[in-house]
């Protein structure tokens, strides 16, 4: 099932891509991950002038994906991989402005003012984060008022069944997700499940579950 992959050294990478095999896996992810990704950004019904926030952003070859939604859009990714942001730089060369920017982060404290987006969302990054009552606390103060936050992971019945998840990645259902939501106040405006064939990171062809839920201020 593992193919020979060092699991141990994926789930890291996974976590925080370093390196050329960070690269590699980055463009796993951009292409595994797209569905998840476009169906977050299409959940946020971005509109003229939002100002966007990504969190755990990878390649960010979906960059062009995001900026079709409406005009005038500002957009700001922040990623805990060097690598990376690094990557995302050179991928959307051709977007880069002074509202349109890549940052990095310590993957707890975001650094920006309360109330300063209008959309945040983030795919595939909550197995990672440290506190998640404290992250979505943050998440919560940039966010203005009304504004919309759209998580999307997949489901714990399936992480499991991945070789990987055992090094490192902490695992939610929905109704676990949901509780972290709520207990930061967040009103819960939609929750979309759906299914996708994706080939995964340790090389073998699987049906993924995953889950979006978009909570508004």
């Known amino acids: ?77 922040l990623e805990v991989s060097e690598i990376m942001k690094s990557n995302a730089l050179d991928n959307n060369i051709h977007f880069l402005k002074t509202d349109i920017r890549f940052e990095l982060f310590d993957g707890n404290k975001i650094h920006f003012h309360e109330k300063r987006f209008d959309k945040i969302f983030t795919v595939n990054t909550i197995y990672f984060w440290e506190n998640p009552e404290s992250f979505l606390k943050e998440i919560y103060r940039v966010l203005k008022f009304n504004g919309l936050f759209s998580l999307t992971f997949s489901t714990s019945s399936f992480m499991k069944t991945l070789p990987f998840t055992e090094f490192g990645f902490k695992l939610y259902s929905e109704n676990e997700v949901i509780n972290l939501l709520k207990l930061s106040n967040f009103k819960i405006e939609e929750i979309d499940s759906f299914t996708e064939n994706v080939i995964s990171k340790s090389g073998d062809e699987v049906e993924r579950e995953s889950i979006n839920i978009v909570v508004s201020k």
């Open 1 to 77: 099932m593992s193919n020979g992959i060092d699991l141990q050294e994926l789930a890291r990478q996974l976590s925080c891509p370093t390196g050329d095999y960070g690269k590699e896996i980055g463009e796993i992810m951009n292409t595994n991950n797209f569905g998840m990704t476009k169906k977050a950004i299409d959940s946020l019904q971005i509109k003229n002038k939002d100002q966007l926030l990504e969190l755990g952003h990878g390649n960010c070859k979906h960059l062009d994906y995001v900026l079709k939604q409406a005009d005038f859009l500002g957009y700001i990714g």
